[in-house]
């Protein structure tokens, strides 16, 4: 019974920081996760000159997410967002050709959005595992290894072999001079 009254009174980790793009930067996002306690590292939009007469909440807010994007940590996390979310956004949606989706009924697209997205985890997968992240590049690689393995084969089986007279070689093919 100790032991469930220990478990009762940990407390789980809390998320408390959060990197997002700039369509999430707004006054009062920026205010409400601030008042919960959250670091923001919110890319900002260029909007101009602001006015902060009487939103002083918001301006610090503003100034305070500004401060953290423009340091290196802020500038490694937003690159790290880039590189982890947007590059798989950009492989599904464009190369993929989600972006412009029509089927019937929301369903649908979400099934193909998920065969997509398991198709570049698969890829991932791949890639950790193999060295290969696609089955042409698999094939691929797995042909030119099989090459090289015939090459080692056949310089083997060369070593063996006895060389043949040059008496029983055939003549190598010459031009007569009358017919050049």
Known sequence: MAGLEAAG???????????TDKSYHSNDTLVDLADDGWRT?????RRGRRRW???GRERDAVYANRRRIRGERG???LRKRGELLERAFTHYLDGGGMRRTHLRRHDNILKRLMVHVAGFNLGLVMRKLV???TPKGLAAALSCAFGRLLAVWDAVMRVGRPETPKSRRPAPATVHPAAA
């Open 9 to 19: 009174r940990i407390e789980k980790p809390r998320v408390r920081e959060g990197v």
């Open 75 to 77: 500038k490694r996390l």
């Open 131 to 133: 060295g290969r992240g």
């Open 53 to 55: 007469e009487g939103r």
């Open 41 to 45: 590292y919110v890319s900002e939009p």
